[in-house]
């Protein structure tokens, strides 16, 4: 098993930052890759960016590309996700999810954390 809690949401201005983290306890972090995903009101979840185990190999989704980075620190257990200016669209639970390869798809996935609200004013 793999325990992920995310932290680092809250309500932010349009043009603002944020960076999220995702600490992860249980089995070796470093044999994971990991995804961020989001989910907004009456909206599917929806994939952001995914880290293969060691950082080699990143994906991001084409609405957050360039505004968005993901990292890991693999000595702390922990993924980033910092995101740069973010708009009111950006407004959505997200979620930090562990599996044995950088897929985009929520469904290849196999543990996730609850999740931290991000809000975006405008």
């Known amino acids: 098993q793999v325990q992920l809690v995310e932290s680092g949401g809250e309500l932010v201005q349009a043009g603002g930052s944020l960076r999220l983290s995702c600490a992860a306890s249980?089995?070796?972090?470093?044999?994971?890759?990991m995804g961020w995903f989001r989910q907004a009101p009456g909206k599917e979840r929806e994939f952001v960016a995914a880290?293969?185990?060691?950082?080699?190999?990143?994906v991001y989704a084409d609405s957050v590309k360039g505004r968005f980075t993901i990292s890991r620190d693999n000595a702390k257990n922990t993924v980033y996700l910092q995101m740069n200016s973010l708009a009111p669209e950006d407004t959505a639970v997200y979620y930090c999810?562990?599996?044995?390869?950088?897929?985009?798809?929520?469904?290849?996935?196999?543990?996730w954390g609850r999740g931290t609200q991000v809000t975006v004013s405008s």
């Open positions: 999810a562990a599996a044995s390869y950088y897929y985009t798809a929520s469904s290849r996935y196999d543990y």
């Open positions: 880290i293969s185990t060691h950082g080699g190999r990143i």
């Open positions: 249980g089995r070796t972090f470093s044999n994971y890759a």
